[in-house]
């Protein structure tokens, strides 16, 4: 099934999540996840980056989780962007650079 979702930002940039990292422990093989990011101004809806939908989290060694999505639009006037897993990290947007955040 394939489903397109929209939403009218005035004030957008491309934002990319690099990677997402297991830092505390290890991800069990047999445990499903899901991880996405919502913005205020569209603070209902989930942007999937990943969905693990057989069962398996594709994690690399050394905790690394490997996004089947990594590039959203998010507004850039008094906006957050937060990325759930277990816990939720909160990543301001910015013109150029880089945010980082730690899901506790």
Do not use: H
Not at 6 to 30: I, N
Not at 80 to 95: S, W
């Amino acid at each position: 099934m394939l489903e397109i979702k929209f939403a009218v930002l005035v004030q957008a940039v491309e934002a990319t999540v690099v990677s997402a990292k297991v830092v505390d422990g290890s991800w069990l093989d047999r445990y499903r996840g899901r991880v996405v990011c919502r913005t205020a101004s569209a603070s209902k809806e989930d942007t999937v980056l990943l969905e693990s939908r057989d069962g398996r989290m594709p994690v690399t060694c050394d905790g690394e989780i490997e996004l089947s999505r990594s590039v959203v639009s998010v507004d850039i006037v008094g906006d957050e962007m937060d990325v759930v897993a277990e816990g939720a990290a909160a990543f301001t947007p910015i013109m150029n650079g880089k945010s980082r955040g730690t899901c506790l």
